[in-house]
């Protein structure tokens, strides 16, 4: 493919007058210079502003931007670091995600830990280097662990009517999203993308300290079709219709990993792997050798969340059960509790999931679901997911620029 400066893109009629007084702000336009990009990668940038403009009111990171890296991962095509600060650094990650259907567009900030311990904060040069060691996080087999050291952190409610019920990720790595019940019913196309989390519930009086409601969960596949675990014993691909087994349900729930815990053809491996044979060789693969709903103190609940968590984020607990039995606070998966944290569930999950075996027939009939449900949104894979990045791109923006 070819590289230019941002001169001669322009020169040539690829970039239009616009776009370059837009990517200027960013990157060097002069005829001479030696900086030389993808056509893709430049539009990118001019996209980015774009959304950086709508959005400084959900970003407000505040104080001069030092540095911006513009780039692409396997499982997000719209990502980028920022420096910012003057004398006082501060280190963040950006993940964008584009509007599908009756999905609105997502921009989520993280903060960057190491602030104090690994000596930044009034070091640009180590800041730098910080931000590239977040950017082959980010492309790595477990993006989720650009977070470490910092704890995972999930809070419960049991408010029925809460916003917050039953759960929801303290710093949004996954997002909790209520979906209209009879609208995404009808046409989940339109309210989840494939491998996200779905979840059905149904209030129940409590009076004993067990949950006041019942759940049932499943990963969307695409084209009206999940994947679920059931108090069989089995793991079943399934019809969307199938799905609805929780008799007088009335809340559906999308958790929807805004960071991939997981690579995405990872999590088609992994749910592939389990759904073999119909299940039996999950229910023997050393969680728990039968369905578990709840359990006792000293019993691992192996339920349908435990079968979702376990497959789409490679955590091993169920939100129904596991923080009842084990009075969980919240902030379990933390890199200071060897046993719970979110590498050590990654690779418990791996070494018991991954040592299964499953056909390639059934992960591309996975696959098929994936690719039909997005052919069905009748967008182009550039509107859905963005620009996919070939390279990297490092910019300094001028004194002025802000995001705030």
């Given at each position: 493919?070819?590289?230019?400066?941002?001169?001669?893109?322009?020169?040539?009629?690829?970039?239009?007058?616009?776009?370059?007084?837009?990517?200027?702000?960013?990157?060097?336009?002069?005829?001479?210079?030696?900086?030389?990009?993808?056509?893709?990668?430049?539009?990118?940038?001019?996209?980015?502003?774009?959304i950086?403009?709508?959005?400084?009111?959900?970003?407000?990171?505040?104080?001069?931007?030092?540095?911006?890296?513009?780039?692409?991962?396997?499982?997000?095509?719209?990502?980028?670091?920022?420096?910012?600060?003057?004398?006082?650094?501060?280190?963040?990650l950006?993940?964008?995600?584009?509007?599908s259907?009756?999905?609105?567009?997502?921009?989520?900030?993280?903060?960057?830990?190491?602030?104090?311990?690994d000596?930044?904060?009034?070091?640009?040069?180590?800041?730098?280097?910080?931000?590239?060691?977040?950017?082959?996080k980010?492309?790595?087999?477990?993006?989720?662990?650009?977070?470490?050291?910092?704890?995972?952190?999930?809070?419960?409610?049991?408010?029925?009517?809460?916003?917050?019920?039953?759960?929801?990720?303290?710093?949004?790595?996954?997002?909790?999203?209520?979906?209209?019940?009879?609208?995404?019913?009808?046409?989940?196309?339109?309210?989840?993308?494939?491998?996200?989390?779905?979840?059905?519930?149904?209030?129940?009086?409590?009076?004993?300290?067990?949950?006041?409601?019942?759940?049932?969960?499943?990963?969307?596949?695409?084209?009206?079709?999940?994947?679920?675990?059931?108090?069989?014993?089995?793991?079943?691909?399934?019809?969307?219709?199938g799905?609805?087994?929780?008799?007088?349900?009335?809340?559906?729930?999308r958790?929807?990993?805004?960071?991939a815990?997981?690579?995405?053809?990872?999590?088609?491996?992994?749910?592939?792997?389990c759904?073999?044979?119909?299940?039996?060789?999950?229910?023997?693969?050393?969680?728990?050798?039968?369905?578990?709903l709840?359990?006792?103190?000293?019993?691992?609940?192996?339920?349908?969340?435990?079968?979702?968590?376990?497959?789409?984020?490679?955590?091993?607990?169920?939100?129904?059960?596991?923080?009842?039995?084990?009075?969980?606070?919240?902030?379990?998966?933390?890199?200071?509790?060897?046993?719970?944290?979110?590498?050590?569930?990654?690779?418990?999950?791996?070494?018991?999931?991954?040592?299964?075996?499953?056909?390639?027939?059934?992960?591309?009939?996975?696959?098929?679901?994936?690719?039909?449900?997005?052919?069905?949104?009748?967008?182009?894979?550039?509107?859905?997911?963005?620009?996919?990045?070939?390279?990297?791109?490092?910019?300094?923006?001028?004194?002025?620029?802000?995001?705030?």
């Amino acid at each position: 493919m070819t590289k230019k400066n941002l001169y001669n893109w322009h020169r040539s009629g690829d970039i239009t007058d616009t776009q370059k007084n837009t990517i200027r702000e960013f990157i060097n336009d002069s005829p001479s210079s030696s900086f030389e990009y993808y056509l893709g990668d430049l539009k990118k940038v001019y996209y980015w502003d774009g959304i950086l403009a709508r959005n400084k009111s959900n970003i407000n990171i505040s104080g001069k931007i030092q540095e911006m890296i513009f780039f692409s991962a396997g499982w997000n095509n719209n990502l980028m670091t920022v420096i910012s600060g003057d004398g006082d650094y501060s280190v963040w990650l950006l993940v964008y995600e584009m509007p599908s259907q009756q999905m609105e567009e997502i921009i989520q900030k993280f903060g960057i830990t190491g602030w104090s311990s690994d000596g930044y904060r009034y070091n640009l040069d180590k800041a730098k280097n910080r931000a590239w060691e977040i950017v082959g996080k980010v492309k790595g087999d477990n993006p989720i662990l650009f977070t470490e050291p910092s704890a995972l952190n999930v809070i419960y409610d049991d408010n029925y009517s809460s916003s917050n019920f039953p759960s929801y990720y303290k710093n949004g790595e996954v997002k909790r999203i209520e979906v209209p019940f009879y609208s995404a019913k009808d046409n989940p196309d339109a309210y989840f993308k494939p491998l996200d989390i779905v979840k059905i519930f149904k209030y129940k009086d409590s009076r004993t300290g067990t949950a006041p409601y019942m759940v049932h969960g499943c990963v969307y596949l695409g084209n009206r079709k999940v994947v679920h675990a059931l108090g069989s014993n089995k793991i079943n691909i399934d019809s969307w219709d199938g799905f609805f087994i929780l008799s007088g349900a009335d809340k559906m729930l999308r958790y929807h990993p805004v960071v991939a815990f997981k690579r995405p053809e990872k999590i088609v491996e992994h749910i592939a792997k389990c759904s073999e044979d119909g299940g039996k060789k999950y229910f023997s693969s050393g969680f728990k050798d039968e369905f578990v709903l709840s359990g006792g103190e000293e019993v691992q609940a192996n339920n349908c969340e435990s079968f979702v968590n376990r497959t789409v984020l490679g955590l091993n607990f169920s939100e129904l059960a596991t923080r009842r039995i084990k009075q969980w606070s919240g902030s379990e998966f933390s890199s200071g509790s060897p046993d719970t944290s979110v590498r050590t569930n990654l690779n418990n999950n791996e070494s018991i999931i991954g040592r299964l075996t499953s056909s390639y027939s059934k992960i591309n009939e996975i696959n098929g679901y994936r690719n039909q449900a997005f052919a069905n949104s009748g967008q182009s894979q550039v509107m859905r997911d963005g620009i996919q990045m070939q390279a990297s791109i490092v910019t300094t923006p001028p004194n002025y620029y802000r995001l705030s």
